[in-house]
């Protein structure tokens, strides 16, 4: 890629509209992590220099009291457990799901098979929230409230996964599929033994689409969940936003420790999510 | 009798078909057509903690008299285009300024406007509401030192509402620069070699070679951004709870208040039943639009 | 062949929709048996101390700690946990569970709750924030488990407010009282001593309009320190707000609590007052977007020169200035709400109520439960509060908190009973907010309160369960 990049770079033009435009996007990039900054340094501060103006733009004496005040009073690592539960198992059954889904409607020949498609994906714009309190109501029917499972399970119903991993598997060969069929492997055989391995690529990418999305699905776990030892980490940050503590630090604090390690996993991961995020787009 | 014989056969060849989709059919059905019939039914009924009356069209000819919810309405259609187009635009121009660089700085940029969705929309709504807080923030100590003083930029109505659609576009705007970049990416070598014999300056490239090529990624994009942002109910949440004077409140936030702060699930399910209205009439528009454009 | 093939996925769309049905269907039937089971087992008398109960509690979060919030790790909901590990030891078939619940956050939870029928059995709380849901039917009332000595023990005018119908709804067990404070330093730092009020600074001191306006005027001058702060953000604090809106006389309620009186003359008059403050420039900017417990901060922070101050201040002010996460010095003098007449606080009468689970063992068990930990030894906790009872008051050693319990006489009582208060407060802040950005004036907006809050209300008593007596 990299050579790539070099060759396109004498292939397009250098000019003035390049350069101000190059500012203005770095103007931004800063614009843009600098609440991310404020809140990291900010955590860093004591009660007392945190509203000094001006402002300490670097913290004077930076300390951790803070992190270690929020550790120890509060369930944090329960909280991240139930974050991480949440969002990899709907991950898992999301693309386990609709893997198999959108391998039938790639490549199996069944009546219907168009028009189910269709009429499936044309929910894709409809979010969940739109039908929330109904959601609610029948979560409630099947006792699933106060549950981790009712919190999975509407994300499982989505048609989003479908979608891109039907765009994924209408661009791998048949050639492989059909050889095997003609030595009698079962339909599922092919999806596990051939499909699934070609795929790989593309899952993992949808792997962490989905996990980021259901890592921010703030709305359905505030509803669903309301037992301490259920609290999501971004349940319990926002409700530290409703705590009476002198500490004005605190709150910010919170959120800087849901933040860093999702940074730290970006980082690290970069690639994988470039991959994750432009895989729907990859079109036919 | 050969008729059933022929059923039978058929069903067999097709069955593995259907076994495959039923998981994601069932839960579907359960979870997301059901829920809608049910949220029809629910909204023809008043219904309390303990009681649940009969009452026809009235929570829909409420709504419609009710100048909040008129208002959520407005500034709901608000946030979905001016974020969506707003970062369609910025991340066009984003993309087409770096695509061409090192990969280490497009990495850094990348970086710089992805990094809001990863650190959560809790966290960044938390930090940006302390930035604005009206006695200790950082904003109102910039405007101060400039001279505005003892101003609050959150309690002017309109002010208040762009801060909260600016939020929602910082946030979103990271998933259109790496999306962009990707495919800017993904354009055929050839595409701009033609262009570079013909001398075409660098806005003719983009605009005539990169934008159409990208548009089934504007597609793509358009659709992801849509569904994120025509729920927007936590920004609003954490950051004003709908205020000043109901200036920043949205569809979804009205809707959560009614069923769980004014136990009016009935009345709830009423505006969810108008948002899925206006979702549907905004993806067939724009379904149609994006697909004739393609 | 295509007839067939027609034929063949109408089939199978009937299958799948009628497997969902049955889907959905068994499980409505599964739990309608459960509960029925567990209603039986309820009325099996002889049986009640072997079956298993577990019953929940919610509580505000208050204060920290079971007795001492100083301890290292204390947290919110500790006493109950405590109390109730000594419940269990006398009854050996109950589980206890205690979940903290913050104010914001408490009324859709408790909606969540009800509505899905997973409902604390406990909720310790404040009584006008209960009363919505005595009016729905859904509070069993606590007279069995309260003696004639709890009745001597615990002031009438609190039995008042937590009975009706004649049934006791709520067993109170602390209060949470709610003044003003001066920060005496930064007063002396703008050389106004002399404003403020004389007193003294264990005394709780008492001062009109015009009094707190001087003295606000006169700490203007201090640098990075606003003199009051306003708000009106959220729902939260809004006690407070309508304290001030009474200042001058008004009354939120007409006496029988049946109209909403509060957009007279002088309503209008305290609106326009905090109007003129912010004026002058004696507030803190953005009273629109503040919210209390950003006013409390300011305050604890030195930010602010005055402020409302009730006694979960005072102890979050003593605890930080012992952690040291409060810089010394930080003397206080403690103020009335400003009032053109008698002086004026709030006390509200936090207490246990319990929720009907329509189980007869587990309500019968969370009533002995919240009997038992509002009697002695337990109920010492509430010194962590502003204890209610006047045998644990009597322990006080703090004077200022001695008079801050003892202003509980001044307290002004809005009707806590009105049914639909949830909603009433929810209308409130939105108003104040377009007052205070200029969008209305104090009448309209008053007015358009008072307007949505009749109709409120007349809402809330045609459908009240607890005044029309059905169910």
Redesign the interface.
């Known amino acids: 890629?990299?050579i790539?990049?070099a060759?396109?770079?004498q292939?397009?033009?250098?000019?003035k509209?390049?350069i101000v435009?190059?500012i203005?996007?770095?103007f931004?990039?800063?614009i843009?992590?600098f609440?991310?900054y404020?809140?990291f340094s900010?955590s860093l501060k004591?009660?007392?220099s945190?509203?000094r103006?001006?402002?300490e733009w670097i913290p004077q004496h930076p300390s951790f009291d803070n992190y270690v005040q929020l550790l120890?009073?509060q369930n944090v690592i329960s909280w991240a457990f139930n974050s991480v539960f949440i969002s990899v198992l709907t991950t898992v059954l999301v693309v386990f799901?609709?893997s198999?889904?959108a391998?039938?409607?790639a490549k199996?020949?069944?009546?219907?098979?168009k028009v189910?498609f269709v009429i499936?994906i044309?929910?894709?714009?409809?979010?969940?929230?739109?039908?929330?309190?109904?959601?609610?109501?029948?979560?409630?029917?099947?006792?699933l409230?106060?549950t981790r499972l009712g919190v999975i399970?509407?994300n499982?119903?989505?048609?989003f996964g479908?979608f891109i991993l039907k765009q994924f598997f209408d661009s791998l060969p048949n050639a492989l599929r059909e050889s095997a069929k003609i030595d009698g492997a079962?339909?599922?055989t092919v999806?596990l033994r051939i499909i699934i391995p070609m795929a790989k690529a593309g899952i993992g990418a949808l792997f962490i689409l989905v996990f980021?999305r259901m890592?921010?699905d703030?709305?359905w776990q505030l509803?669903m969940l309301?037992?301490?030892s259920l609290k999501t980490?971004?349940l319990g940050?926002?409700?530290l936003?409703?705590?009476?503590?002198?500490?004005?630090a605190f709150?910010?604090t919170?959120?800087?420790l849901?933040?860093i390690p999702?940074?730290i996993?970006?980082?690290c991961f970069?690639s994988y999510?470039?991959r994750g995020?432009?895989l729907?787009?990859v079109?036919e | 009798m050969i008729y059933k014989a022929k059923l039978k056969k058929e069903f067999l060849k097709q069955k593995d078909g259907y076994l495959f989709i039923l998981p994601q059919m069932l839960l579907f059905l359960v979870f997301m057509v059901y829920p809608v019939f049910e949220g029809l039914r629910l909204s023809f009924y008043n219904v309390g903690f303990v009681t649940k009356t009969f009452v026809g069209f009235r929570n829909y000819i409420e709504l419609f008299k009710d100048s909040i919810f008129i208002k959520a309405v407005l500034n709901n259609l608000q946030f979905v285009l001016i974020v969506t187009t707003l970062s369609v635009v910025f991340g066009l121009f984003i993309s087409t300024a770096v695509f061409d660089k090192t990969s280490k700085y497009m990495s850094f940029i990348r970086g710089c406007y992805y990094l809001p969705v990863m650190i959560t929309m809790v966290a960044f709504s938390i930090t940006w509401l302390w930035m604005v807080n009206p006695a200790m923030g950082l904003v109102s100590h910039v405007l101060n030192s400039i001279g505005i003083q003892n101003v609050n930029i959150m309690g002017n109505s309109t002010v208040a509402l762009y801060i909260l659609i600016v939020v929602m576009w910082l946030f979103n705007l990271g998933e259109a620069v790496i999306l962009y970049l990707a495919a800017i990416i993904g354009i055929p070598q050839e595409q701009f070699e033609a262009a570079e014999i013909d001398g075409a300056s660098r806005f003719m490239v983009i605009r005539f070679i990169i934008i159409p090529l990208v548009s089934p990624t504007t597609f793509y994009f358009v659709i992801l951004c849509f569904i994120d942002v025509i729920k927007v109910f936590l920004a609003v949440h954490l950051m004003t709870a709908g205020g000043p004077n109901y200036a920043t409140t949205t569809m979804m936030y009205l809707c959560y208040q009614e069923a769980f702060v004014m136990n009016n699930m009935g009345k709830a399910s009423a505006i969810g039943m108008m948002m899925f209205v206006i979702v549907s009439l905004l993806s067939i528009i724009a379904m149609t639009r994006l697909k004739a454009k393609n | 062949m295509s007839k067939a093939r027609k034929i063949l996925s109408l089939v199978l769309l009937v299958l799948m929709v009628s497997t969902t049905l049955s889907m959905y269907g068994c499980t409505t039937n599964s739990t309608t048996k459960d509960t029925g089971e567990k209603t039986q087992v309820g009325s099996k008398d002889t049986k009640q101390s072997q079956e298993p109960v577990k019953i929940t509690l919610w509580t505000a979060p208050d204060w920290k700690g079971v007795y001492d919030p100083t301890v290292a790790g204390a947290n919110y909901g500790d006493f109950y946990k405590f109390a109730g590990k000594d419940f269990v030891k006398e009854n050996s078939n109950v589980t206890v569970n205690v979940e903290s619940v913050p104010g914001a956050d408490r009324d859709a939870k408790l909606s969540i709750a009800i509505q899905s029928h997973t409902q604390p059995d406990i909720y310790v709380g404040a009584d006008f924030t209960m009363f919505d849901y005595v009016h729905n039917g859904l509070i069993v009332p606590l007279n069995d488990v309260i003696t004639d000595a709890d009745k001597q023990d615990i002031p009438a005018s609190i039995w008042d407010g937590v009975t009706a119908n004649g049934n006791i709804y709520m067993f109170p067990y602390y209060t949470e009282t709610g003044h003003m404070a001066l920060n005496v330093d930064l007063f002396k730092q703008a050389g106004a001593e002399a404003l403020i009020p004389k007193g003294g600074a264990n005394t709780i001191v008492r001062w009109t309009p015009d009094e707190f306006k001087d003295a606000l005027r006169a700490v203007k001058k201090l640098d990075g320190v606003y003199p009051f702060a306003f708000y009106c953000g959220s729902t939260q604090g809004d006690t407070y707000n309508i304290l001030l809106l009474e200042m001058f006389g008004a009354k939120l309620f007409n006496k029988d609590g049946t109209q909403v009186t509060i957009n007279d003359a002088n309503g209008v008059k305290a609106l326009e007052f905090i109007k003129s403050l912010k004026d002058e420039g004696l507030l803190a900017p953005g009273a629109e977007s503040l919210n209390v417990l950003d006013v409390y901060q300011l305050f604890l922070n030195k930010k602010t020169a005055v402020s409302i101050f009730n006694n979960v201040n005072y102890d979050a002010l003593n605890n930080g200035l012992k952690a040291k996460s409060i810089q010394e010095p930080f003397n206080i003098q403690m103020a009335f709400l400003p009032s053109a007449g008698d002086p004026m606080c709030y006390a509200y009468a936090m207490g246990s109520v319990v929720f009907d689970s329509g189980n007869e063992l587990q309500t019968q068990t969370a009533k002995q439960f919240v009997k038992f930990y509002t009697n002695e030894p337990y109920v010492d906790a509430s010194m962590s509060m502003l204890p209610l009872r006047k045998s644990v008051a009597q322990k006080l050693l703090d004077p200022l908190k001695v008079k801050i319990a003892e202003s509980a006489e001044f307290s002004v009582s809005f009707s806590q009973k009105a049914p639909g208060y949830l909603k009433l407060r929810a209308s409130l802040f939105p108003e104040l907010q377009a007052f205070m950005t200029g969008q209305k004036t104090a009448q309209q907006a008053l007015d358009s309160y008072a307007k949505n809050a009749n109709a409120i209300l007349k809402d809330g008593v045609a459908n009240s369960v607890l005044l029309n007596g059905k169910k």
């Open positions: 890629m990299k790539n990049m060759l396109k770079s292939k397009i033009k250098r000019d509209l390049d435009s190059n203005v996007v770095l931004f990039a800063l843009n992590i609440p991310l404020w809140m900010n004591s009660s007392n945190i509203t103006m001006p402002p120890s009073s799901i609709s198999l889904a391998y039938a409607f199996l020949d069944f009546y219907g098979n189910i499936f044309s929910t894709l714009m409809i979010p969940k929230d739109v039908y929330i309190i109904p959601l609610f109501k029948i979560m409630q029917n099947f006792n409230i106060n399970i509407p499982v119903a989505l048609p479908v079962s339909e599922w999806y980021v890592w921010n703030y709305l509803i309301s037992k301490d980490l971004q940050i926002a409700s936003q409703t705590e009476n503590v002198p500490n004005l709150k910010i919170g959120a800087s849901a933040a999702m940074i996993v970006f980082l970069q999510f470039t995020i432009t729907g787009a079109k």
